[in-house]
């Protein structure tokens, strides 16, 4: 990781492990009474939104607040960009008011690389989402997510097993997690019907699987993914109904799922479609610790980007 | 005005002289000295490329580019000949707009443009355009298309294909099956599912090949397939003519050479339709060209403004320019690899798309009495592609930076030169009589 987060390709695996540990520093930090840290005071974080997306947005907003940074909301929706104003001209715009960093969300794929290469700003810019491209701090805190439920694992995910169910053909989230947890050594098993997996899965480090109960018997970790139901009208599956028997995580599944197994789901959820409310609200469930994880992993990405001053000092001040 | 192209060399290596009077080859032989001198230095002559796929968006988007701007743009490609896609504003449906092209393209006086006919009205695919009245026309249109959507009413095609028999005319299809490609960007394939962006499948095009290839035979038409991408396009190509179906084929510059792995840093000026495809699918469309297969190279020139490529992905522009680059990319995909000879090329860049569209005056052998159609190129020459250099109004290459095989050094037009040390002679100062 260079100056830009925008690909878990960005990273090789000791830059990531890297992330995960200076996210586990950060939340000892945070457990203590000085919830705010002074590492990135005076330096401009703006959240560029072109899609509705008030969980990541708040998400980094405390990230960098936590951080002491100055935030800036950029809402595609009530600005200029809805009327049509072009990402160059949006970020022309923040390049004048000083953007030290930009947290870009946007559905078109590869829109966050458009701005980091094209010259039209120098500041770091951090992928929150593009189009059905990557989502790579939503890796990492999956990641992160899952090193804090299994001890064992410390600089490699080695031996792990992982299926990912459900709309991989559409989901950033798939794909940024594919490539991390891979990395890291998981063995991953994709689970959807065929008309939901890319035709060029045939170069991923992955299994593919079209039948759920068999691919989760052995799961370490089950990552629901969420359905859209415009799919349907696309004619991916024929009905919600019919999706949910074949790859929604009910009861009886949850039930199959060996004691250690954990449940995810990157939110938000449509309950009773790819996830029983059962299997969403039990113990094996870390839907919630996804959330509060994912402030303490964009803290440890600001604050490695941004590059603020030592951990260790402010852990002792 | 008379010339005299002093020691041009001929395909057969033999160093001559050429003069030029009236339009045509007076005379080809040694030591002649008429009318202005243009010495070849031993450069290549050639009849003059024609192109049969340009588009030159003049009317409705002069800012992109002009039948002037396009014409400059194709003399200094070595191109005498270019025929003016129908999908301007307002489109090419009717014998005005067609005789509109005509003329500027006449006016310009740099390039002959030919304007293709739409083949539906408004290209909406829903009844067919004026296509009587456009052949009728002052601008004489032969060639068809809709090209940038396809014709995918299967019974309007085969009424097309059946219609334009009686004046000798011919559909040039854009093979995309719009219900494959609903919100397409770029191919469809391991370089699409790692980048997130919605596929363009290889069955999209050839399903439509396959469909329209039966139907010539059917109803005993002829069919030209526009820019083919695909192996399995030209396998059905080759089916096709082994069938003894009335079949041509073209490819693009830009699919002989680049691959849609180049795709992989979003950087638009790759973007194009249909889309850059695999290693696999080039070498297949060289193998296609050299062996005939695929009887012609088309640039598919489709220029556009900065703003439509200084963008992400999604919202930026389908197309690439390609007239000054046409030549000097064929030599480098098809002749520095040894697959195809210089006269292979000018067969498939000169002689086979005149004969396609009947354009009399152009793609025939340098010899005497033959028009004076001719570029001038210099083999063994190397340029580094530059986009601020460009004739054409836009700038949009994928070529930018690359050294380049292959220069042309002067281009005459019926016996004028329009192209002179790689600069466009302007009609003001006298390069027409
Ligand atoms: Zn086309």
């Not at chain 1, 805190?141 to 459900?166: C, E, H, W």
């Not at chain 2, 449906?93 to 006016?107: I, K, M, S």
């Not at chain 2, 193998?287 to 403004?305: Q, R, S, W, Y």
């Not at chain 2, 396609?356 to 580094?384: C, E, F, M, R």
Request: charged residues 20%.
């Amino acid at each position: 990781m260079e100056k830009h987060l925008l690909s878990i390709n960005d990273l090789s695996a000791s830059e990531a492990i890297q992330i995960l540990n200076t996210a586990s520093e950060l939340s000892k930090i945070s457990d203590g009474p000085m919830k705010k840290l002074p590492t990135l005071r005076g330096r401009t974080v703006v959240n560029l939104f072109f899609e509705d997306s008030t969980r990541t947005r708040i998400s980094f907003e405390s990230a960098a607040k936590r951080l002491s940074a100055d935030v800036i909301n950029f809402s595609a929706k009530g600005s200029s960009v809805s009327k049509g104003e072009s990402l160059k001209d949006t970020a022309q715009t923040l390049q004048a008011m000083g953007a030290d960093a930009v947290v870009i969300r946007h559905g078109a794929s590869g829109a966050a690389q458009r701005l980091a290469d094209s010259g039209w700003i120098s500041a770091s810019v951090i992928n929150a989402g593009d189009g059905t491209h990557e989502h790579p701090t939503q890796a990492l805190l999956d990641a992160y997510t899952i090193r804090s439920k299994f001890p064992d694992l410390k600089d490699n995910f080695n031996g792990l097993k992982v299926a990912i169910v459900g709309d991989i053909l559409h989901s950033r989230v798939a794909r940024s997690n594919v490539l991390l947890l891979s990395k890291l050594g998981a063995k991953i098993t994709l689970v959807a019907p065929p008309t939901l997996i890319p035709v060029g899965v045939t170069d991923w480090d992955v299994d593919v699987s079209y039948d759920l109960d068999s691919a989760i018997l052995n799961a370490d970790v089950v990552m629901m993914l969420r359905i859209q139901s415009e799919r349907m009208a696309a004619s991916f599956f024929p009905s919600e109904r019919e999706y949910s028997r074949g790859y929604g995580l009910d009861l009886a599944r949850l039930n199959s799922l060996k004691d250690s197994t954990i449940v995810m789901h990157p939110g938000p959820m449509n309950r009773g479609l790819e996830i029983s409310a059962e299997s969403a609200d039990s113990h094996k469930s870390v839907v919630l610790a996804q959330v509060s994880n994912g402030v303490l992993v964009r803290m440890a990405v600001l604050y490695q980007l941004l590059g603020g001053a030592a951990l260790t000092g402010e852990v002792g001040a | 005005m008379k010339y005299t192209i002093k020691n041009a060399r001929m395909l057969d290596d033999a160093i001559v002289d050429i003069e030029i009077a009236n339009g045509v080859i007076a005379n080809i032989g040694k030591e002649i000295s008429a009318g202005e001198i243009v010495d070849a230095q031993k450069s290549l002559v050639i009849p003059g490329l024609v192109d049969l796929h340009t588009h030159l968006r003049e009317p409705g988007r002069e800012d992109s580019e002009t039948v002037a701007t396009g014409s400059a743009a194709a003399a200094k490609g070595g191109f005498t000949a270019i025929s003016a896609m129908a999908n301007t504003f307002p489109v090419a449906d009717t014998a005005g707009v067609v005789e509109q092209v005509f003329r500027l393209g006449q006016e310009a006086g740099l390039c002959d443009v030919f304007p293709i006919g739409a083949v539906t009205a408004g290209l909406e695919g829903k009844k067919l355009a004026e296509l009587g009245a456009m052949a009728n026309s002052k601008a004489q249109v032969r060639i068809f298309s809709d090209d940038g959507k396809c014709v995918s009413d299967p019974l309007l095609m085969r009424r097309a294909l059946e219609y334009v028999k009686t004046f000798n005319g011919i559909i040039a299809q854009h093979a995309q099956e719009p219900a494959l490609t609903v919100g397409s960007q770029m191919n469809e394939g391991l370089v699409s599912s790692k980048l997130g962006l919605t596929g363009w499948p290889a069955v999209a095009e050839e399903a439509i090949i396959a469909r329209d290839i039966l139907l010539a035979e059917h109803v005993g038409s002829r069919l030209h397939i526009c820019h083919l991408t695909t192996a399995g396009g030209v396998d059905l190509v080759r089916f096709a003519k082994s069938r003894g179906i009335n079949v041509t084929a073209e490819v693009t510059p830009h699919h002989l050479l680049l691959t849609d792995e180049l795709v992989s840093n979003y950087d638009p000026v790759f973007k194009v339709n249909p889309p850059l495809r695999t290693e696999k699918d080039v070498m297949a469309l060289r193998k296609g060209l050299a062996d005939g297969t695929i009887d012609i190279v088309g640039t598919d020139h489709a220029p556009h403004p900065t703003e439509d490529k200084d963008c992400e992905w999604q919202s930026a522009a389908f197309g690439m320019v390609g007239l000054e680059t046409a030549l000097s990319v064929v030599v480098k995909a098809m002749i520095e690899t040894e697959l195809m000879s210089w006269e292979t090329l000018v067969e498939r860049m000169s002689i086979a798309p005149a004969k396609i569209a009947g354009y009399a005056k152009h793609g025939q052998i340098v010899a005497k009495g033959s028009p004076a159609n001719l570029a001038i190129i210099d083999t063994s020459a190397t340029w580094i592609v530059d986009r601020n250099t460009l004739a054409s109004k836009s700038k949009n290459t994928p070529f930018a930076g690359m050294t380049m095989p292959a220069q042309v050094r002067h281009t005459f037009l019926n016996g004028d030169l329009v192209l002179k040390n790689g600069q466009i002679v302007s009609k003001m100062n006298g390069g027409s009589n």
